[in-house]
């Protein structure tokens, strides 16, 4: 981070905390105040950053259902919107990514949007108006039921389309200081669409509504995107566009399969990724697109192979990932539109055991053989080699007290100590693979009801990752006027670089705080009984000479460092290649202390 941006967005934030809205305010009202369009965000090396150089972290869940044949998130058919995002809200979480399908997009954008089903939501509002009780009184409206009230029609009982209700979504998350994503799901509305491998090729279902029957195309797939990003260009809400889910497919299955490399063939997600990017940026320069990776990659073992030949039992020709995780076509083939690469966000899913038994986790793993065995090469080093920011788009699983929770607290504190942006998967908890955060939600007929049971073990090893205050534990939102939550638990982005920043900070990388002027704190003390961190050639200084020292002790160039004791700049007893990360990040300027000087 810049210290000249700073200073300028503690003013900036000063000015803007006394705008901060009073939440007694309604929708309307509030919606015709907040109109500043100002949360954009934007990507320098592997950093997110606001419109004042202040450095973000997008920490939140998934929230599916959109995608699949109710056309709303799942779960609205036991709870009240505004109790659900009230909670989620004050529970920390400060973007959503909500999975969507092609096909909704197309009924939208062709007028023929599909209307939300009643298997997808339960809403109610008995009496719609005010009724004579027939013995001289009133019966007010909403007395027997006022239960999502916003997603019914005039009648107080017929749902709306699914397009009116996704502008109420947003809407009302922008209430309670959440951004939100989507993400294309699939194709075709489809609980299962999932499985799909491509952005193309299948045809939509329809229904009771609009018939199916329309093959999507990688045009039609583009094209609605570019009409969503349009109609929400000056909604701040919506912060962007996760262009495919999942993008995935073995490689003998040739052009059926997503791959990566420097082909224009439509199976190519890397070209159609960078045209759709293109495309969404000409209409709206400030949306973030997430673009997420393949399963499979070319492992170049022999000369002459090819997307599409046959596997091998050995030295095959393909390297395996998640769908969706690999990005090692990436170093060859990066993602750059011609609006260049500042919007642009890898999004990788990762998963534990409990999905599937990957072969690096046929040992006694830790985060250095992950590392060593898949992360880095995988999608870690697009991160720690400040190419650009990344977004774990999807992870979480089942609480085993065994190899699977190990895995989801190892990948938790990478992601905290290297500012990695993720979105757990997930609130619901209708997924099979990993179940959710929520255990179990039932309501009554009225807003307020609603009792949403969590599972309290699986949020509690998540919640370490929301981005929070160091020692008051306040959440920090990326709003810059509407604080996170309704409770008093969470803060806006104004609030937070305000005075937080500068006093208690927050545990972005493991813990940083910020300072109010110069960046001083990068004068360490060089009494000899302290030992200055970083310092690997006794120089008195941290300089580059003592990363170039780090990776070659790493790389077993060398056998030993001078001062072995300054090497451990993370304080974990251990010299790897969190050490060296830390050493990088502090020489640029985005971290002003080490982990261990705070021992």
């Given at each position: 981070m810049k210290?000249?941006?700073?200073?300028?967005?503690?003013?900036?934030?000063?000015?803007m905390?006394?705008?901060?809205?009073?939440?007694?305010?309604s929708?309307?009202t509030?919606?015709?105040v907040?109109?500043c369009?100002?949360?954009?965000?934007?990507?320098?090396?592997?950093?997110?950053?606001?419109?004042?150089g202040?450095?973000?972290?997008?920490?939140?869940?998934?929230?599916?259902?959109?995608?699949?044949?109710?056309y709303?998130?799942?779960?609205?058919?036991?709870?009240?919107?505004?109790?659900?995002l009230?909670?989620?809200?004050?529970?920390?979480?400060?973007?959503?990514?909500?999975?969507?399908?092609?096909?909704?997009?197309?009924?939208?954008?062709?007028?023929?949007?599909?209307q939300?089903?009643?298997?997808?939501?339960?809403?109610?509002?008995?009496?719609?108006?005010?009724?004579?009780?027939?013995n001289?009184?009133?019966v007010?409206?909403?007395?027997?039921?006022n239960l999502n009230?916003d997603f019914?029609?005039?009648?107080?009982?017929?749902?709306?389309t699914?397009?009116?209700?996704?502008?109420?979504?947003?809407?009302?998350?922008?209430?309670?200081?959440?951004?939100a994503?989507?993400?294309?799901?699939?194709p075709?509305?489809?609980?299962?669409?999932?499985?799909?491998?491509?952005?193309y090729?299948?045809?939509?279902?329809?229904?009771?509504q609009?018939?199916?029957?329309?093959?999507?195309?990688?045009k039609?797939?583009?094209?609605?995107?570019?009409?969503?990003a349009d109609?929400?260009?000056?909604?701040d809400?919506?912060i962007?566009?996760?262009?495919?889910?999942?993008p995935?497919?073995?490689?003998?299955?040739?052009?059926?399969a997503?791959?990566?490399?420097?082909s224009?063939?439509?199976?190519?997600w890397a070209?159609?990724?960078?045209?759709c990017?293109?495309?969404?940026?000409?209409v709206?320069p400030?949306?973030?697109i997430?673009?997420?990776?393949?399963?499979?990659?070319?492992?170049?073992?022999?000369?002459?192979?090819?997307?599409?030949?046959?596997?091998?039992?050995?030295?095959?020709?393909?390297?395996?990932?998640?769908?969706?995780?690999?990005?090692?076509?990436?170093r060859?083939?990066?993602?750059k539109p011609?609006?260049?690469?500042?919007?642009?966000?890898?999004?990788?899913?990762?998963?534990g055991?409990?999905?599937?038994?990957?072969?690096?986790?046929?040992?006694?793993?830790?985060t250095q053989?992950?590392?060593?065995?898949y992360?880095?090469?995988?999608?870690?080093?697009?991160n720690?080699?400040?190419?650009?920011?990344?977004?774990i788009?999807?992870?979480?699983?089942?609480?085993?007290?065994?190899?699977?929770?190990?895995?989801?607290?190892?990948?938790?504190d990478?992601?905290?100590s290297?500012h990695?942006?993720?979105?757990f998967?997930c609130?619901?908890t209708?997924?099979?693979?990993t179940?959710?955060?929520?255990?179990?939600?039932?309501?009554?007929?009225?807003r307020?009801s609603?009792?949403?049971?969590w599972?309290?073990?699986?949020?509690?090893?998540?919640?370490k990752?929301?981005?929070?205050?160091?020692?008051?534990?306040?959440?920090?939102?990326?709003?810059?006027?509407?604080?996170?939550?309704?409770?008093?638990?969470g803060?806006s982005?104004?609030?937070?670089?305000?005075?937080?920043?500068?006093t208690?900070?927050?545990?972005?990388?493991?813990g940083?705080?910020l300072?109010?002027?110069?960046?001083t704190?990068?004068?360490?003390?060089?009494?000899?009984d302290?030992?200055?961190?970083?310092?690997?050639?006794?120089s008195?200084?941290?300089?580059v000479?003592?990363l170039?020292?780090?990776?070659?002790?790493l790389?077993?160039?060398i056998?030993?460092?001078e001062?072995?004791?300054?090497?451990d700049?993370?304080g974990?007893?251990?010299?790897?290649?969190f050490?060296?990360?830390?050493?990088?990040?502090?020489?640029l300027?985005?971290?002003?202390?080490?982990?261990?000087?705070?021992?």
């Amino acid at each position: 981070m810049k210290i000249k941006k700073r200073l300028a967005a503690a003013a900036a934030a000063l000015a803007m905390a006394v705008a901060i809205v009073p939440s007694s305010m309604s929708l309307g009202t509030f919606a015709a105040v907040d109109d500043c369009n100002d949360d954009w965000l934007h990507a320098e090396g592997s950093r997110l950053y606001d419109k004042d150089g202040n450095e973000v972290w997008l920490t939140g869940a998934n929230w599916f259902g959109m995608n699949c044949i109710e056309y709303s998130p799942h779960y609205l058919y036991a709870g009240d919107i505004d109790d659900m995002l009230s909670e989620v809200a004050d529970r920390g979480i400060n973007v959503i990514r909500f999975p969507v399908s092609t096909e909704l997009l197309l009924s939208w954008k062709n007028g023929t949007p599909y209307q939300i089903s009643s298997g997808g939501m339960q809403a109610v509002y008995n009496p719609p108006t005010d009724q004579d009780d027939g013995n001289g009184g009133v019966v007010k409206a909403g007395t027997y039921g006022n239960l999502n009230k916003d997603f019914v029609e005039a009648d107080g009982k017929t749902l709306i389309t699914s397009d009116k209700g996704f502008d109420i979504i947003l809407q009302k998350c922008k209430t309670y200081g959440i951004k939100a994503f989507i993400d294309i799901h699939s194709p075709h509305a489809d609980n299962s669409g999932h499985n799909y491998n491509l952005w193309y090729g299948k045809e939509t279902t329809g229904n009771n509504q609009v018939a199916g029957g329309t093959m999507v195309t990688t045009k039609i797939w583009q094209d609605t995107l570019v009409w969503l990003a349009d109609k929400y260009k000056d909604n701040d809400t919506l912060i962007g566009y996760d262009l495919k889910n999942e993008p995935h497919g073995k490689g003998p299955e040739g052009d059926k399969a997503a791959k990566w490399d420097g082909s224009t063939d439509e199976n190519n997600w890397a070209y159609a990724a960078t045209n759709c990017a293109d495309a969404i940026l000409d209409v709206n320069p400030n949306a973030l697109i997430f673009i997420e990776g393949v399963e499979q990659s070319m492992s170049g073992a022999m000369p002459g192979d090819y997307w599409g030949i046959a596997d091998r039992r050995d030295n095959s020709p393909y390297i395996g990932a998640w769908w969706g995780g690999n990005f090692r076509g990436a170093r060859e083939y990066p993602i750059k539109p011609k609006h260049g690469t500042s919007q642009i966000v890898y999004s990788p899913h990762d998963y534990g055991p409990s999905v599937y038994a990957q072969t690096w986790f046929n040992k006694d793993f830790t985060t250095q053989t992950l590392l060593d065995d898949y992360w880095y090469d995988t999608w870690a080093y697009i991160n720690a080699e400040d190419i650009a920011p990344e977004l774990i788009g999807e992870w979480g699983g089942h609480m085993d007290g065994a190899e699977n929770q190990k895995w989801m607290e190892l990948l938790r504190d990478y992601m905290i100590s290297n500012h990695i942006n993720h979105t757990f998967w997930c609130l619901n908890t209708n997924s099979g693979d990993t179940g959710g955060l929520w255990k179990n939600i039932s309501c009554g007929q009225q807003r307020g009801s609603t009792n949403i049971d969590w599972e309290e073990e699986k949020y509690a090893l998540m919640e370490k990752s929301l981005w929070q205050t160091q020692e008051t534990g306040k959440y920090i939102g990326l709003d810059h006027q509407i604080p996170l939550g309704k409770n008093d638990t969470g803060l806006s982005l104004s609030e937070f670089y305000g005075s937080y920043a500068y006093t208690e900070g927050s545990n972005l990388d493991g813990g940083t705080v910020l300072s109010d002027g110069p960046n001083t704190t990068n004068s360490q003390e060089t009494t000899p009984d302290k030992i200055i961190y970083g310092d690997l050639n006794n120089s008195k200084k941290v300089e580059v000479a003592d990363l170039v020292i780090m990776n070659k002790y790493l790389t077993k160039e060398i056998e030993t460092i001078e001062n072995a004791a300054a090497a451990d700049v993370n304080g974990d007893n251990v010299i790897n290649v969190f050490d060296s990360i830390f050493i990088r990040k502090y020489l640029l300027e985005q971290i002003s202390s080490f982990p261990a000087d705070k021992k």
